[in-house]
């Protein structure tokens, strides 16, 4: 089983690589997040039946995690009201300038806000979107708007 | 800028490939970066403590004092230790495949259990020490003075931990907030 369960995280891990950059600010709470949502999976993966999609199932842990476990507490990081040009210069060199730049915009929304955008960008219906966050389709449509105008605010 | 116009970057973010000895030594408690931490700070804590209820009946005179004072040192300590490990389970314990509103409603009410007993056990745990070293004290105005410090003490450190608590709390109010304020509009 566990050698089942390793290749399909390995596949699949990109998912986890982006929740962790969308709820942490820096490397090492990336990094923290990443390896607390793999164990995760690997706590529920008995119980992953395949009924659901890899990545629905995988989003449904990787977000709850993110959202609800303990998480150690850390120093505030204060937000830039806008995005400095040079932004990448400031963070770890190995990410790339418009991944940092994607990362940082998506970093200013709600967590909920994030939770709905990752599952959008990722092609979910708004059918799998709501049973994943809890809202009903028409709030996730409701929400979709105001998180595009809220972007256009910060990329502006 | 559209929102679609995101979707590139997303799709081609994270190709940061990790092994999969990488992702095995992951699924390890051992190598759990947080829970490695804790589980250290615990495993001290309990040892610490279960000596000190070894040697405290000779160290500090234990046959000398009354019987409550006794109890309530032994009750205080094994609640101490007991909250602890309550805590560490109740960390350990998986996220749900719930949704997500309910999971962190979920785990709200878990935070808010914890803090209470964490707290009561807190405040019980110093009382019992207070009441074991006070039982058989002649007290004289200095000795007066010690114990009040002593309180104030511990009722400073009790306050502090509450506000941890509370901020933490606040935080997930604020995320179900977050949950309910849209659905009410749309609703």
């Known amino acids: 089983m566990e050698k089942q369960f390793l290749q399909l995280i390995h596949d699949h891990q990109e998912i986890i690589y982006k929740i962790s950059a969308l709820y942490r600010d820096s490397k090492e709470d990336r990094e923290d997040l990443f390896q607390e949502i793999v164990y995760q999976l690997w706590k529920s993966y008995p119980g992953f039946r395949g009924a659901s999609k890899v ?10 995690t993110a959202l609800a476990i303990y ?37 200013k929304l ?33 929400r979709l708007n105001r998180i595009k105008n809220k972007l256009k605010e910060i990329i502006k | 800028m559209e929102l679609d116009e995101f979707k590139s970057g997303w799709r081609n973010a994270g190709n940061r490939i990790k092994s999969q000895e990488d992702l095995e030594k992951m699924t390890k408690l051992v190598n ?33 004092k009354p019987l409550y004072a006794n109890l309530a ?13 309550v805590g560490y389970l109740s960390l350990m314990k998986p996220v749900g495949e ?4 309910q999971s962190v409603l979920d785990y709200l009410m878990r935070v808010k259990r914890l803090s209470f007993f964490s707290l009561l056990v807190t405040l019980l745990y110093s009382s019992s020490i207070v009441i074991f070293f006070t039982s058989t004290i002649v007290f ?21 931990s509450s506000k941890l608590w509370s901020r933490w709390i606040k935080k997930l109010n604020q995320q179900i907030k977050d949950f309910d304020v849209d659905d009410n509009r749309t609703a």
């Open chain 2, 140 to 160: 004289t105005k200095e000795k007066w003075l010690v114990l009040l410090f002593s309180t104030v003490i511990v009722c400073q450190l009790i306050i502090l």
């Open chain 1, 110 to 142: 709600s967590d909920a806000e994030k939770a709905i955008v990752a599952l959008y960008l990722d092609e979910f219906s708004y059918k799998e979107m709501a049973a994943i966050t809890g809202f009903s389709e028409t709030n996730i449509g409701v």
């Open chain 2, 32 to 64: 759990h970066p947080v829970i490695k931490r804790i589980k250290t700070r615990l495993a001290i804590q309990i040892v610490v403590l279960l000596l000190f209820l070894l040697v405290y009946y000779d160290w500090f005179d234990g046959d000398q």
């Open chain 1, 55 to 64: 990545s629905t199932w995988m989003y449904r842990i990787a977000l709850n």
């Open chain 1, 71 to 107: 998480r150690k507490p850390r120093l505030k990081i204060d937000h830039y009201p806008e995005l400095p040009p040079k932004l990448h210069s400031l963070r770890e060199e190995s990410i790339s300038e418009n991944e940092d730049r994607l990362f940082e915009a998506l970093g």
């Open chain 2, 98 to 101: 719930s949704n997500l509103r």
């Open chain 2, 73 to 85: 040192l032994v009750t205080g300590l094994v609640l101490y230790v007991l909250n602890d490990v």
